[in-house]
């Protein structure tokens, strides 16, 4: 795996807490961005000596970025990222050399588990079910919010389609916005998971094509 070592990319570790303050301030506009390094990092890895049987993790970037910037492309991104990187750990490694060992608080030697993230099907679940319920949360506030108006107004009928919609939806905000909020987390996790996957593989395929 050390051939070419001369035209090897230097691959620098992707920082996830930049990222998500980023996206947090720029208001998720820092998706596409976000997204752009990691698959101008999977390219970086593909220019690596790769084993015969290990999918590649060369992809386009260009067409990945489109496919974010679409509603109906984003989670076919999505997907094409956590897929390339799971499967290329997993098929990785047998070709790459044992982790230390570490030692447990008894003094006993444990295996240590090579990083990955989630597959491309595994994420992609979760994910879409997040923003379902995001838009069922931004949905149910905007009726509330325009129920509030009426009532305010004097305007809101006491009908089911008035008083009664009202609390209908103020408990559907409510609890889609608790629900959405773990959802949110849940996804930042693995995408943490995934950085933390990436840095730690980007640095042993350098380290291995050094020698």
């Known amino acids: 795996m050390a051939d070419n070592k001369s035209t090897n990319p230097i691959i620098k570790p992707l920082n996830f807490r930049v990222h998500l303050i980023l996206f947090l301030v720029s208001g998720t506009l820092w998706e596409p961005f976000f ?51 799971h499967e290329y750990i997993d098929f990785m490694e047998p070709h790459l050399p044992s ?19 989630l597959s491309g099907k595994e994420f992609i679940g979760f994910a879409i079910t997040t923003v379902l319920i995001l838009l069922l949360l931004a949905g149910s506030f905007t009726l509330v919010i325009y129920y509030l108006i009426q009532f305010n107004q004097g305007l809101l009928p006491d009908t089911i389609w008035g008083n009664g919609a009202f609390m209908i939806f103020l408990p559907i905000g409510i609890a889609s916005f608790f629900i959405g909020l773990g959802f949110s987390v849940r996804t930042a996790i693995e995408e943490k998971k995934w950085f933390e996957a990436f840095n730690s593989l980007s640095k042993e395929i350098m380290a291995i094509n050094k020698k």
Do not use: D, H, M
């Open 35 to 85: 997204n752009l390094f990691c698959f101008l990092g999977l390219n970086k890895i593909a220019a690596y000596p790769t084993p015969e049987g290990v999918p590649p993790t060369k992809n386009n970037v260009l067409v990945n970025i489109l496919l974010i910037l679409s509603i109906f492309g984003a989670p076919v991104a999505w997907y094409r990222r956590y897929q390339i990187l």
């Open 99 to 117: 982790l230390p060992k570490k030692v447990n608080e008894n003094g006993e030697e444990e295996e240590v588990k090579r990083l990955n993230c």
